[in-house]
């Protein structure tokens, strides 16, 4: 079942996803040569019970962390580590979710950390700029393909891996909901109409190389086979009977 969220809840989510990128801003000015992913998720739980929230991610099927850190090859689902050490040229993505007044905000971006290959630095624009163009056919009236078919052929011009393991999601008083919103198309899925009051969480994952994935020993860190750098971008997005709102922020698409 879809469940179509009333004007006082899509208030209620944009407050959420407001904490979400407050903390997600917070993070990036922390992620620089040197910093420990450990460190990252210790500021992410402070700042996220200063903000009367709760993180959403941890202990959530197991999860043990407040964010999920993933480097380079790592895809989603990256565990954070005291071990592990952020080091210029990294691509780091950062996925993120609170609970706010019994509603989910979640979202996701991929950094760039110094000196960044050209390549890894177009791919990081051009997955951002998939999650934009599948914002813009969520309209009343459009179907669900036409948002997946509008990132899948942003992957398709550039020739990037197209992860098909993980997808986009409803999102509200739960972080998964219906429907799945894939990152291309699948006529197994059914091609639902969008609706005023549907919340979705878009999430194009791209990568330089292959699509097909695999799961690191630790059973979370989801990492490319041939160990090509991917880049991860999500946000929570309401339709309304005008134009989709980006709950939370519009800043990252300025």
Known sequence: MISLKS?????ILNEANEIVHSILDLIEINIIPGTTTKMLDDIAEKATKDSHAVPAFKGYRGFPASICI????????????????????DIVS??????????VGDAARSILVGNVSENVRALNENTKLALKA????????????????????????????????????????????????????????????????????????FTLGTSDVKVLTDQW????????????????????????????TQKIFI
């Open 70 to 89: 993933s480097i380079n090859e790592e895809v989603v689902h990256g565990v954070p580590s005291d071990k592990r050490i952020i080091q210029d040229g």
């Open 221 to 248: 860190t989801v990492v490319t086979i041939d160990g090509s750098m991917a880049s991860h971008w999500e946000v929570s997005v309401a339709i309304t009977k005008d134009d989709p709102i980006i709950l939370g």
């Open 7 to 11: 004007k006082e809840q899509i208030k």
């Open 94 to 103: 950062i996925d993120f979710g609170v609970i706010y007044k019994c509603m």
């Open 134 to 205: 599948g914002i813009g056919k969520m309209h009343v009236g459009n179907r669900l393909y036409d948002v997946c078919g509008a990132i899948e052929a942003l992957a398709k011009i550039h020739k990037y891996g197209n992860i098909r393991t993980f997808c986009g999601h409803g999102i509200g008083e739960n972080l998964h909901e219906e429907p799945k919103v894939l990152n291309y198309i699948d006529t197994n899925y059914p091609n639902i109409h969008l609706q005023e009051g549907m919340i979705l969480a878009l999430e194009p994952m």
